[in-house]
């Protein structure tokens, strides 16, 4: 697995450079050397080693060709994959911001709710204690009336205790006169 993961990066790194460079013009040196091997392959038939030579320049070359499809598909492959995965991850992390800002937007009016409720409360706290103040009030008033009227009745019940007093001995008086005129007219 990291015989190819190496030999990838290797082939993404010579891609890279080779789409990275402008294409140039073949140089004089590589076209008589193109030249020679022409002219070696039309008299191909006549130098036996040149024949070898050429085979396995073939085959070399066939060789790198099918490694190189390899090495293409399996890139093909790695990037369709990570692709793939950059796809699903988008999605997940956009799945779940959904669901963040839904939660979110379910806080918020959960937020207000409480905050009005809140505001309800205070302003009832508020008018009791107002109520109140003014209940409390009016109380110590009631209150302050009925102390009065309390010392009012009780300096009324000591008069009237001196009346009674006073009444009873204008009582006695009376009937101890009535008994002294009752003796003067016998």
Do not use: C, W
Not at 84 to 90: A, F, M, S, V
Not at 134 to 142: A, N, Y
Not at 152 to 171: G, I, P, W
Request: proline share 3%; net charge positive.
């Amino acid at each position: 697995m990291s015989s190819l993961y190496t030999r990838s990066k290797e082939f993404t790194r010579n891609r890279k450079s080779q789409s990275d460079s402008p294409p140039a013009s073949p140089s004089p040196t590589a076209k008589t050397l193109r030249h020679e091997r022409l002219s070696r392959l039309e008299s191909g038939g006549s130098n036996p080693t040149t024949s070898d030579t050429y085979s396995d320049r073939a085959s070399a070359r066939a060789r790198r060709e099918a490694r190189e499809a390899r090495l293409a598909t399996l890139t093909s492959r790695v990037e369709e994959d990570s692709n793939r995965d950059y796809k699903k991850l988008y999605e997940s992390a956009l799945t779940e911001n959904q669901k963040l800002k839904t939660k979110l937007q379910e806080a918020q009016l959960e937020l207000a709710d409480i905050k009005s409720k809140l505001e309800k409360m205070a302003q009832q706290k508020q008018e009791k204690t107002s109520d109140r103040s003014s209940v409390l009030e009016m109380e110590k008033r009631e209150r302050r009336a009925l102390e009065r009227k309390m010392s009012e009745m009780e300096e009324e019940m000591k008069v009237l205790t001196e009346l009674k007093s006073d009444n009873q001995r204008l009582k006695d008086e009376n009937g101890a006169l009535i008994r002294v005129i009752s003796k003067l007219s016998k």
